[in-house]
């Protein structure tokens, strides 16, 4: 997202690290060719990142929920209801179309097309008949220029399906972790074309049903399906850790103040009515050496 606004990075390995500058939380194509891993502690590549000049930014969640927002409502004006998965990701609903004489190949261009105008981030747009399809083929117009940023499933005959799914490792499918990853190549399954092919029946009884539905919709039958009504949240939380040490009350209550403005602002956002509100008060627990204090006061409204 930081490319949306900063056309100089364009072509830059760039990376977002956590509170506190912990870890990596989103990092650009560029910075993937350089191995740097999701939630890789920073001082691991601390040096990387200097000899490579890659651009490191620290997270800034009223930027991002920005531009998140104008993306979904771009998505959402495109289709006819989106389910958001992430916050620069998410499901559209096109069911019907193809009925309506709707090319969905032109529309995902155009979704692309949209967004890049209106945000300024690119984009890449993966149409199937299921979520887990839809997550495989989103990851393959990432990773294939051949493709250009928009995978239809549809459009694909069996034989580039099965080719489609051979390329890439059974790791690849949404919901496969790495211990299922160890699991699935100890049984001879290695690629994602080789989930697709299990019995679901047996995927169930050796792994449960969630991976067993993975597998159904890997053969193109909707298991899982669109969130399109967002249920209200049950708990709504704002932590961040501070990058030095803090001794001052005036510090606390001004942080304390801080995050309690962001969950009202949420709250009435969503229309919703708080029964409980609580504070989380922790010292550094990596301290050992400096007395430890854990507080959670919580007050009824």
């Known amino acids: 997202m930081r490319k949306g606004f900063r056309p100089d990075l ?77 916050i620069d990701e998410c499901f559209a609903n096109m069911t019907g179309y193809e009925q309506l004489n709707i090319n969905l190949t032109e529309l995902g261009f155009q979704i692309k097309e949209r967004v890049l105008h209106n945000v300024g981030i690119p984009t890449c747009v993966g149409i199937t008949p299921t979520k887990t399809l839809a997550k495989y083929c989103n990851h393959l117009a990432k990773h294939y220029r051949g493709i250009n940023g928009v995978c239809n499933w549809l459009d694909l005959t069996p034989q580039r399906q099965a080719k489609a799914l051979a390329c890439e490792p059974v790791s690849e499918i949404w919901g496969v972790g790495r211990r299922y990853t160890e699991r699935l190549n100890l049984m001879g399954i290695e690629t994602a074309l080789d989930l697709s092919r299990a019995d679901p029946i047996k995927i169930r009884k050796e792994f449960g049903l969630a991976l067993a539905m993975t597998v159904t919709e890997l053969q193109g039958v909707t298991c899982i399906p669109l969130k399109l009504i967002k249920p209200k949240r049950k708990q709504i939380m704002r932590s961040r850790s501070f990058n030095s040490l803090v001794t001052a009350k005036e510090d606390l209550i001004g942080a304390l103040t801080l995050h309690a403005q962001e969950c009202g602002r949420t709250l009435r956002k969503e229309g919703s009515y708080a029964q409980v509100v609580g504070i989380v008060l922790n010292t550094n627990s990596f301290r050992t050496q400096d007395p430890q204090y854990h507080a959670y006061p919580c007050i009824g409204l």
Do not use: W
Request: with cysteine; glycine share 2%.
């Open 10 to 86: 364009r072509h830059r390995p760039v990376i977002v690290l956590s509170n506190n500058d912990g870890c990596v939380v989103a990092h650009s194509s560029e910075a993937k060719q350089l191995s740097i891993k999701m939630c890789q502690p920073f001082f691991e590549i601390e040096d990387l990142c200097f000899r490579e000049n890659v651009s490191v930014f620290s997270i800034n969640y009223e930027l991002y929920a920005n531009l998140s927002g104008r993306m979904m409502s771009t998505i959402a004006s495109l289709t006819d209801s989106i389910d958001p998965y992430s």
